[in-house]
């Protein structure tokens, strides 16, 4: 079998770890507007391509020959990026936090013959299949989602770690978050209703409410039928 010609835009810190392990097993491209991004991806002899995201028919013409595009973008042009995509008439997984609403796509998507598969990250996206999974062999009376980017070593005064773009992360703690209760869509204010966890072997952490409501039940959210 002929290996899948994959591109995979953007090589933050998650988007080169995409690539990385898809190059295990595909013809991976990564592409960036930042060469410096792109060079240790090179050394690891995967193709590499300087990308200015914004310029459209350059995304395009970089992705005519491939049979799946992954989306790895900041949230601002995740979107857009994504419009793009469909309207070239490939298939795409994305995990870029854009706050426009995926279904806005899903006209497109159909009459390109396409799919796309958005908040396909940890949460969203795992947590949606976790949910799923349990939802479909048992009876979910409610559903709680807790994310957080722990790093090896903790330090003060944040003890966090950052793992995508950092202007996501603003977006996490700025944005209305919404979240599914007695079935219905609650917005709550950004970092509202905290409380304190306990993990055995981590300690105790802090937990709020955050965005990520558009193609599911995403993180820290409350689901109950």
Same mark, same amino acid.
């Given at each position: 079998?002929?290996?899948?010609?994959?591109?995979?835009?953007?090589?933050?810190?998650?988007?080169?770890?995409?690539?990385?392990?898809?190059?295990?097993?595909?013809? !991976?491209?990564?592409?960036?507007?930042?060469?410096?991004?792109?060079?240790?991806?090179?050394?690891?002899?995967?193709?590499?391509?300087?990308?200015?995201?914004?310029?459209?028919?350059?995304?395009?013409?970089?992705?005519?020959?491939?049979?799946?595009?992954?989306?790895?973008?900041?949230?601002?042009?995740?979107?857009?990026?994504?419009?793009?995509?469909?309207?070239?008439?490939?298939?795409?997984?994305?995990?870029?936090?854009? /706050?426009?609403?995926?279904?806005?796509?899903?006209?497109?998507?159909?009459?390109?013959?396409?799919?796309?598969?958005?908040?396909?990250?940890?949460?969203?996206?795992?947590?949606?299949?976790?949910?799923?999974?349990?939802?479909?062999?048992?009876?979910?009376?409610?559903?709680?989602?807790?994310?957080?980017?722990? /790093?090896?070593?903790?330090?003060? /005064?944040?003890?966090?770690?950052?793992?995508?773009? /950092? !202007?996501?992360?603003?977006?996490?703690?700025?944005?209305?978050?919404?979240?599914?209760?007695?079935?219905?869509?609650?917005?709550?204010?950004?970092?509202?209703?905290?409380?304190?966890?306990?993990?055995?072997?981590?300690?105790?952490?802090?937990?709020?409410?955050?965005?990520?409501?558009?193609?599911?039940?995403?993180?820290?959210?409350?689901?109950?039928?």
């Amino acid at each position: 079998m002929s290996k899948k010609k994959i591109i995979v835009l953007g090589a933050g810190l998650v988007g080169s770890v995409i690539a990385r392990d898809l190059h295990i097993s595909h013809e !991976v491209t990564a592409a960036d507007a930042s060469t410096d991004a792109l060079a240790p991806l090179a050394k690891l002899g995967m193709n590499t391509m300087k990308l200015n995201f914004d310029d459209e028919s350059e995304l395009l013409n970089a992705i005519q020959h491939v049979d799946l595009v992954i989306g790895a973008v900041p949230g601002f042009m995740g979107y857009r990026t994504a419009e793009r995509v469909i309207r070239a008439g490939k298939n795409m997984v994305d995990i870029s936090f854009f /706050p426009e609403d995926a279904f806005g796509l899903d006209a497109l998507a159909k009459e390109m013959g396409v799919t796309i598969v958005t908040d396909c990250g940890v949460a969203p996206g795992m947590g949606n299949i976790i949910l799923g999974y349990h939802d479909a062999n048992a009876k979910v009376k409610r559903y709680e989602c807790l994310v957080g980017g722990l /790093p090896v070593i903790r330090q003060w /005064p944040w003890e966090y770690k950052a793992v995508f773009s /950092p !202007v996501d992360v603003i977006e996490e703690y700025t944005r209305p978050a919404r979240y599914v209760m007695g079935g219905q869509v609650v917005v709550r204010e950004a970092l509202s209703e905290a409380e304190l966890i306990e993990f055995p072997g981590v300690g105790t952490l802090e937990s709020w409410n955050s965005d990520g409501l558009r193609s599911s039940f995403t993180p820290c959210l409350t689901y109950q039928t």
